[in-house]
Every structure is written in structure tokens, then in C-alpha cells.
């Protein structure tokens, strides 16, 4: 089995700073890439950053400049800087086995439970 389990959400002002955490744990030898996905209410889950097993990493336009995604071992971190209220979703974090997923949610294989991140303005 493989667990994910996610920490350091909560309620932020505008401008403000969060880190988030995803610890993996179980079978996690065959992990290409692990990412975080956050979901709005009404929207669709969309993509927001991915680093795979050789530190390559993959932003969201969105987020660029103000993310950034680092891993230490099986751990995964999202350092949130800057925060705006566009910002405010649950955020999950995602594990995927296979070659070239980064950016597509289908293309991943295990999910944790999902955390806030409000950001008032």
C-alpha cells in the first residue's frame, strides 16, 4: 500500500507564506514524479507543480515565481510565497509510476487527502 499524508495548510493573509508537506510512505520505489493538484469549489482540479525522481520540476503559469516544489527523500514540499486570494483550494498532493506525467491529474496513480490553504484578502 501506499500512503500519502499532507500537513501545513491553513489560513493565510494576502501576501502571506505557507509550506506544505506530503510524506509518502509503503511501496514508493517505483514513483516517477510526485505534484500537487488543488481544486476550488465549482472548479476542476488543475495542476499546480511536479518534481520528479531526477529533481526535474514543472510549474503552473499561475504559480510560477511564487512556488516552489523540493523533495527530500520520500517527503515533497510546496513553499508558497506571496499568496493571493486566487490561491485559496484544497490542495492535494499526488504520486504517479508511469513516464512523463506531470501535469495531467488521470496520469496519477495515488492521492492523499487533501489540505486547505485559505488566503484572505
Known amino acids: 500500500q501506499v500512503q500519502l499524508v499532507e500537513s501545513g495548510g491553513g489560513l493565510v493573509q494576502a501576501g502571506g507564506t505557507l509550506r506544505l508537506s506530503c510524506a509518502a510512505s509503503g511501496r514508493t520505489t517505483s514513483f516517477y514524479a510526485m505534484g500537487w493538484f488543488r481544486q476550488a469549489p465549482g472548479k476542476e482540479r488543475e495542476f499546480v507543480a511536479t518534481?520528479?525522481?531526477?529533481?526535474t520540476t514543472y510549474y503552473a503559469d499561475s504559480v510560477k515565481g511564487r512556488f516552489t516544489i523540493s523533495r527530500d527523500k520520500n517527503t515533497v514540499y510546496l513553499q508558497m510565497n506571496s499568496l493571493k486570494p486566487d490561491d485559496t483550494a484544497v490542495y492535494y498532493c499526488?504520486?504517479?509510476?508511469?513516464?512523463?506525467?506531470?501535469?495531467?491529474?488521470?496520469?496519477?496513480?495515488?492521492w492523499g487527502q487533501g489540505t486547505q490553504v485559505t488566503v484572505s484578502s
Open positions: 499526488a504520486a504517479a509510476d508511469g513516464l512523463g506525467a506531470y501535469s495531467d491529474p488521470d496520469l496519477f496513480d495515488s
Open positions: 518534481i520528479t525522481w531526477t529533481t
